[in-house]
């Protein structure tokens, strides 16, 4: 098994970006075409693991490490977003009993 670097220089950069670009795709269409609030937010960490995939094959395209430093604090940061995310669609379950997001224009102050 050789070096990592190795083996993503192995594949041209173009199929990386094309495979970004599909799961980015796929997690637009999942925000704008479903209503329930779960299916919305993994379509959002989706999009943002289609980023981050992107970032990691540019930096070792450039071979630079700096954006694979990055793209790890991309993720703890993203660990953080999804329990603050589902802990506020646990609590709108809670009010609403729904995750339907048009449920949402009835919450008041």
């Known amino acids: 098994m050789g070096n990592i670097t ?6 041209p950069l173009n199929h990386y970006i094309w495979l ?3 799961i980015f795709t796929i997690g637009v269409i999942g925000v ?8 919305i937010f993994m379509s959002v960490e989706l999009m943002l693991n289609a980023v981050n995939l992107l970032l990691t094959a540019f930096s070792v395209h450039n071979n630079d490490a700096s954006g ?3 793209v790890f604090f991309i993720m703890v940061l993203a660990a953080a977003e999804v329990a603050i995310g589902l802990s506020i ?10 995750t339907d997001v048009n449920v949402l224009n009835r919450l008041k102050w």
Do not use: C, D, P, W
């Open 6 to 11: 190795q083996e993503l220089q192995g594949v």
């Open 20 to 22: 970004s670009a599909i």
């Open 32 to 39: 704008l075409t479903r209503r329930n609030a779960i299916v």
């Open 68 to 70: 694979q430093v990055f």
């Open 89 to 98: 669609i646990v609590m709108i379950y809670r009010n609403t009993q729904s």
